[in-house]
DNA sequence: CTTATAGCTTGATATAAGTCAAAATTAACA
DNA sequence: TGTTAATTTTGACTTATATCAAGCTATAAG
């Protein structure tokens, strides 16, 4: 652990709009967020933009680039956020030596497959509410283990970033906001948002017209 | 080399249909497909399932398996296979002796990774006709590398598979295959596709109407 | 070889989500 | 602190894809 410790460097702040590492930036290193809130993207050679996840405290990023010594896609700071940097190399290194640093390490990159393989189903088969829905109790659940409240916090990102993450437009966002809130399960107000009922919202995400 | 193959071992023939791994068994292994073609899929609680891809000769598969110890998906071979098995920790074993070897294994995994963030992309921003030009090309590409024809091969899945995959029903999947044959950029009859002309097709995938 | 079953295509119609537009609200900044 | 720009909401209308249905074609089983 100390050693661990050794390897982790802080990386520094990053102001809210500011760029971590860029699409075809060199890999070196996988960052461990400290405090704050980011977005990854990829965008095409078209100019589509695809969010592919929000990260927050205590999440690791970056390991897109490990496949090819570069970063496929961009991490940008939602709001002030403190960043850990992990030399990837030195890493490997290390993770030679600890044992239960590698199953660590493997169980991180496991888990970022199995979390963009439940994106897949949300984006293939969920109507729009049961996608805000799902999204909305995984944010949930995230500040929950973080202490934070798990009914009543702040979205750090906008609609428009919410749709493109949910393969929807920012006014369908919108509207599915406000149905939502007509149906009493949560409140909504710009970035606030309060869940009235957790049960609510999870029996929307099983909903199913098609 | 010769340490890593005594690592592996023939895990035998799986029929068409045949499950290798289902969600929810214990992970033990990763597989190397020898022979043969593979779907995975996740299903959830209300049945709805999403197939997650498509594996060929040569690619490794079961590595969702690993950050919680049980495989989250269901893997089904699509014609007769032929498949090795090689123990996980085992493999940790020899990856913490042999830089190369870990330095690969990450590889793979981060490669998975960049694989399901552009499917990501595919079904969070392309149109239907996108999608399947999208679709055809990677096929098309990977049996090239494979020394296979990258203009004439056999589709081993059903539309409807082609559709969970691409998050479209089996109908629209049909109806775009036709639209294609109609613009002369492929031939399809059944499950024999042609591709009459790439640069069309990548024409094709590049387009947004949206 | 015959029958049954699963898979595929195509048409007609319905619908969820997209598009365009305008107003309202909030945030940024000079 | 006023002004501008960005974001959000809501409405009216359009469209891509889903749904439903029927007929057709392969493939598998007896």
């Known amino acids: 652990m100390a050693r661990l410790d050794d390897l982790i460097t802080r990386k520094g702040v990053y102001r ?6 860029r699409s075809g930036d060199k ?3 996988l960052y461990a967020i400290r405090t704050g809130f980011f977005k990854t993207q990829i965008l095409n050679e078209d100019g589509r933009e695809q969010v592919t ?23 940008v700071a939602l709001e002030d956020s403190e960043v850990c940097e992990i030399p990837f190399s030195r890493l490997e290194d290390l993770s030679r030596e600890l044992p239960p640093l590698q199953r660590h390490l493997h169980r991180i990159l496991s888990r970022e497959i199995v979390r963009d393989q439940n994106i897949m189903l949300l984006l293939g088969s969920m109507r729009a509410e049961e996608r805000l829905a799902t999204f909305l109790l995984n944010l949930s659940q995230r500040f929950a283990v973080r202490g934070y409240s798990p009914t009543s916090f702040q ?15 920012l006014e ?9 809130q007509e149906s009493k399960l949560i409140n909504v107000r710009n970035r606030s ?3 009235l009922c957790l049960s609510g919202l999870q029996a929307c995400m099983g909903k199913r017209t098609r």
Chains 1, 2 share one sequence.
């Open 16 to 21: 809210h709009g500011s760029i971590l590492y």
């Open 193 to 195: 948002l309060e869940i």
């Open 155 to 169: 979205l750090r990102m906008t609609r428009h970033e919410i749709g493109s993450y949910l393969g929807l437009k």
């Open 172 to 180: 369908t966002v919108s509207r599915a906001l406000s149905h939502l």
């Open 53 to 75: 996840g929000f990260q927050m405290a205590g999440e690791i990023i970056g390991m897109d680039g490990i496949s090819s010594d570069a970063h496929t896609c961009d991490a």
């Open 27 to 29: 890999f070196q290193a």
